[in-house]
Nanobody
Framework: QVQLVESGGGSVQAGGSLRLACTAS????????LAWFRQAPGNEREGVAR????????FYSDSVKGRFTISHDIAKNTAYLQMNALKPEDTAMYFC?????????????????WGQGTQVTVSS
């Protein structure tokens, strides 16, 4: 069964850190775009970061650049999102997504496999 499972969400105070993990099963992530999206209540799903697993070159949205780091462990078939200097506006449900090939933009419709999400809450 092809699936993605996220973990690592939780509650933290502003300025704190969390690390999210996204483990893939049923497929290898050796030639994929793996991305993190987030969605707050009443908002559209927003792309946060993407990594191309062939080169491990990352791409970030402006809202998280310099604070978040995406990485990929091919041996564990897992992507990570290290989130530092968290702000209350980072509060959202965070989703992991995968697609075949290199995608240039963080467009949710380009991704074919999605996890169920993990909640991140940042208090001021």
């Amino acid at each position: 069964q092809v699936q993605l499972v996220e973990s690592g969400g939780g509650s933290v105070q502003a300025g704190g850190s969390l690390r999210l993990a996204c483990t893939a099963s049923g497929f290898a992530t050796s030639r994929n775009s793996l991305a993190w999206f987030r969605q707050a209540p009443g908002n559209e799903r927003e792309g946060v970061a993407r990594i191309w697993t062939v080169t491990n070159i990352p791409f970030y949205s402006d809202s998280v650049k310099g604070r978040f780091t995406i990485s990929h462990d091919i041996a564990k078939n897992t992507a990570y999102l290290q989130m530092n200097a968290l702000k209350p506006e980072d509060t959202a449900m965070y989703f992991c997504a995968a697609a075949e090939g290199l995608l240039s933009f963080l467009n949710p419709s380009d991704y074919t496999i999605w996890g169920q999400g993990t909640q991140v809450t940042v208090s001021s």
